[in-house]
């Protein structure tokens, strides 16, 4: 089970806007870690969609857009097209143990 | 464009040893910058972080695994590797390597990505 907790899938239709959620605790986003997301499209390798919270990678639209708020963080999808359809993984650092770069379990996006 | 090619085997016996490269072109592996990681993913499965090295040597290992994990890098080959030791059927996965910039507080991300190699753990 993943330190920081994701919803095991979400979906919208074409169009709309939908969020995906990741949740941490005091030894990761909440002690003031970045949060970084990664897409990965099926049979591909994770690619870096937002990172330090809120920040885009060239290339990312701008229907992609992040946010942080105590323990938590959100994903955020608008205009959803059906290419949009992937694997999102959030991402952080935990200062528990020894430390450790961890990941969220994954959210499911299916566009409907 | 900064790209990472995995390389090794990809069938191997429970209790041997794990042994992968991943290559960088495009860039230096050794930039202060950054870091160059290890990532696993278990088919149908979530990503796990293994390890982390700088060009200068020094590592970082999930401490579920740094009992069996050793990161090396070659600067003169602009290569850095990956050991795991005493596999088993639950260390079949997909392994990617990647750079790791934005280090500086902890907050490295993983940008970008090799395309993966899948191993193999079978008798």
Redesign the interface.
Known sequence: Q?VLTQPPSVSGAPGQRVTISCTGSSSNIGAG??I?W?QQLPG?????LI??NNNR?SGVPGRFSGSKSGTSASLAITGLQAEDEADY?C???D?S??????????TKLTVL | QLQLQESGPGLLKPSETLSLTCTVSGGSISSRNYYWGWIRQPPGKGLEWIGKIHYSGSTYYNPSLKSRVTISVDTSKNQFSLNLRSMTAADTAVYYCARLPGCSGGSCRFDPWGQGILVTISS
């Open positions: 993943s870690y970045h970084h990664y591909t390798a994770p690619k870096l990172y330090g990678p993984y991402q952080s650092f200062n143990l020894s430390g450790l770069w961890l990941f969220g379990g994954g």
